[in-house]
């Protein structure tokens, strides 16, 4: 709830803004419900510009590849460079440029699932815009919500941005490999991710070695789907 005091010292509450998140939040469960017609899973990945959002996106990529049909949406500014990676991979991958958008959202998901053959698909793997705070705040209608987080943005990630992590599933912990390099202790790391949100799952990768891949891919998407996010349907 936003707040607006006039010149009078008068406050007025401002409800605008929730009706506009609640609006999205219904286009999310629409998308959910589209999804779950068809049987397709949809997973929403989120991170700061350069946590290596791409790199784990082609991890997944590899490894499903031969088991699940899968798309990937790359959301992004202007370029298709991570469009460009995916393809690499031999998976559709669809580029959706936002302009000066700094996240993606339901309504523009939307527009993508209408227009891919959902009964062709197992799996639709969307990498949001590189921006730790407002995708969290703009549900897509995925059953997974993930961030990811690398050891390079520091050790104080999770109590700087303490929103978008509460809001997830899963919290990946990438480039693992560099830890004692950036001198970033990764169980106080956790712990703090711990304190802002106990229900998340927390893996720790290197896209660079492989580290911890095979756990992301066993707990993201071979375990039974879960709701546990906000962005779960009401019962
Ligand atoms: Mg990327
Ligand atoms: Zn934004």
Redesign the pocket.
Same mark, same amino acid.
């Given at each position: 709830m936003s707040e607006l005091t006039d010149a009078q010292g008068k406050v007025h509450q401002i409800e605008l803004a929730i009706d506009f998140l609640e609006s999205h939040r219904k286009l999310a469960e629409a998308n959910r419900k589209l999804l779950d017609e068809h049987g397709v899973t949809m997973i929403d990945v989120m991170g700061s510009v350069g946590a290596g959002k791409t790199s784990v996106v082609e991890q997944l990529v590899r490894g499903l590849k031969e088991k699940y049909r899968i798309v990937v949406l790359n959301g992004d500014l202007v370029t298709t460079i991570d469009q460009d990676r995916i393809l690499r991979h031999g998976v559709e991958a669809i580029q959706v440029n936002t302009g000066k958008? $700094?996240?993606l959202d339901a309504a523009l998901v939307r527009t993508v699932l209408e227009r891919l053959d959902l009964g062709n698909l197992d799996l639709v793997i969307v990498e949001n815009?590189g921006?730790l705070? $407002?995708?969290a705040?703009?549900p897509l209608g995925s059953h997974r919500r993930v961030v990811v987080t690398s050891v390079t943005e520091g050790p104080y990630v999770a109590v700087k941005h303490p929103h978008v992590f509460a809001e997830m599933d899963f919290v990946v912990i990438n480039k693992i490999d560099l830890a004692s390099v950036m001198e970033v202790d990764v169980s106080k790391l956790v712990g703090d991710l711990r304190s802002v949100n106990p229900r998340a799952r927390v893996v720790q990768t290197s896209c660079k070695d492989g580290t911890g891949i095979p756990e992301l891919i066993t707990r993201l998407v071979e375990e039974p789907r879960r709701c546990t996010s906000s962005e779960s349907l009401p019962a």
């Open positions: 958008e $700094c996240h815009v921006n705070i $407002c995708p705040d703009f």
